[in-house]
């Protein structure tokens, strides 16, 4: 990993590059699951400028970039998702930085911004065609089971996995 990589909280300015991470990221991950024209639309609804601009204004929800100098290079949004104390974070790095200790650097910003919203159990989902995500998440967390998801007009399996903050 580069000695310049940071992390830092998202600004509306970084809205553009964190859309292109997601969209080379999702194009690496799945370019053998799904066709290009599904992997645009899922990148186009859930990168939607409205809804990062959203997030970066919401103090509950953590959006963050990773950054190699000027370049963004990774990012990672977290938050409370049930009152008991159960958070997600999700990590998306550009495919050039795979395996450079990105998603890492992300993850300890992630739990500590889920540690101070008073999370106590990080769960995700990650499909189980997404081999990086799968192997990133099998380092870090215990994986509790899976579970069928409406993905693309089909049903997926998904991963479910868990840590502690």
Known sequence: MSSTVSVRPATTDDIIAIQEVAGAAWQATYDDVFDDELIATMVAEGYDDDVLEHMVDLDDV?????????????????GMTDPAGIGDLDIYVHPDYWGEGVGRELLARGREHLDDLGT??????????????????EKHFDRVGQRTVEFGGEDQTVNVYEASV
Request: glycine share 12%; with cysteine.
């Open 62 to 78: 953590g959006l963050f970039v990773a950054t190699d100098g000027d370049e963004i290079v990774g990012y990672a949004s977290c």
């Open 120 to 137: 106590t159990t990080i769960r995700d989902e990650v499909l189980a065609a997404n081999d990086v995500g799968n192997a990133f998440y």
